[in-house]
């Protein structure tokens, strides 16, 4: 089993697919988990090493913002990062904690790589 383990968290299934693929590309041998619930990322807090947030959530959040999330994030939580279209959320989102991320239609870009590894400090 990898060390690295990479929450989607609140993305929808096609979304989770390709982020999957694109992920799994970059970071070969990480583990990838869909966590669609507070609950279950309560749960599997303490063994992730990177969320990749949606914007908008989808599944059983207390809210449906992705950036409401990262905020709510205590410390010694591991690094969050915002996958957004829009670049004034992606700012709003390491506002409120989180590191840079990019947008879905940049998913399989060098960009996104190197994102990535920043987040989970590998080179």
Known sequence: MSDIQIALVGHC????????SS???FVPGSVILKINSKDELDAKMGELSLLLVNRVLDGGFDSESGIELIRGLGEGTPPAMLI????????ESVAAGAVMGYGKTKMRSPEAETALKSALNLS
């Open 13 to 20: 299934g096609p979304d989770s697919f390709a982020l999957q």
């Open 23 to 25: 992920v799994m590309g």
């Open 84 to 91: 957004s279209n829009f670049s004034e959320s992606l700012d």
